[in-house]
């Protein structure tokens, strides 16, 4: 029921853009985005709770394809401090929450 | 003052002992989660426990308990250890389930020797 990610490790100059992908089995009602960097917890970056809906702060914005059950997360002139590891994760009615299965993602200057 | 907190930090002991990991959140918030993280960084979901109602994964091994005294603490308590426990467990809670930011605790380090 673990959602799937891709890539599933991604290496980047700073300036460059990245996308990394969540995919489900299972019909996704909302969608959770998490950062955890190296040696500490995941930190919340934007829950998508509508098909359709997209989000973003600063240059980081996902995207939520509720009909194929997939969430795309955009990550745009990348900085050093975006290194960590990426994770999707939701909740299916009737079902615990699951995260996805994680991207590490690593800036480089 | 730290939202979602855990001890200890770090755990070292020795296989077939029994261990407790503390938890506590002062954000209010009505689910609490424990999640273990492996060496490969997975992050698997162990128990949610939101209004009395306790969902567990029935992949956790009954060796692991969680114990809940109030709304704002949920303890793990893992008896007999095995090698295979050693990870980095987190709590984490939300103000409800699915739909809430989760907010974590900073994660105990457990090596089973």
């Known amino acids: 029921q673990q959602p799937v990610q891709s890539p599933q490790a991604v290496i980047l100059r700073e300036g460059e853009d990245a996308v990394i992908n969540c995919s489900s089995s299972k019909a996704l009602y909302s969608v959770h985005w998490y950062r955890q960097k190296h040696g500490e917890a995941p930190v919340f970056l934007m829950i998508?709770?509508?098909?359709?809906e997209q989000k973003g702060h600063d240059k980081i914005s996902a995207s939520f394809n509720e009909k194929k059950q997939q969430s795309s997360l955009y990550l745009t002139a990348s900085q050093l401090s975006y290194s960590g590891t990426y994770f999707c994760g939701t909740e299916p009615p009737g079902n615990q929450f699951y995260f996805g299965t994680g991207t590490s993602l690593t800036v480089i200057p | 003052d730290t939202a979602v907190s855990q001890t200890p930090k770090y755990l070292v002991t020795q296989m077939g002992n029994d261990k407790s990991i503390k938890c506590e959140q002062n954000?209010?918030?009505?689910?609490m989660y424990w999640y273990k993280q492996d060496s490969k960084k997975f992050l698997k979901i162990m128990f949610s426990y939101n209004n009395k109602e306790l969902i567990i994964n029935e992949t956790v091994p009954n060796r692991f308990s969680p114990k809940s005294p109030d709304k704002a603490h949920l303890n793990l308590h893992i008896n007999s250890l095995e090698l295979g426990d050693s990870a980095v467990y987190f709590c984490?809670?939300?103000?409800?389930?699915?739909?809430?930011?989760?907010?974590f605790g900073p994660g105990t380090r457990l090596l089973v020797l």
């Open positions: 984490a809670s939300s103000l409800q389930s699915g739909v809430e930011t989760q907010y």
């Open positions: 954000l209010g918030h009505d689910t």
């Open positions: 998508l709770l509508k098909g359709g």
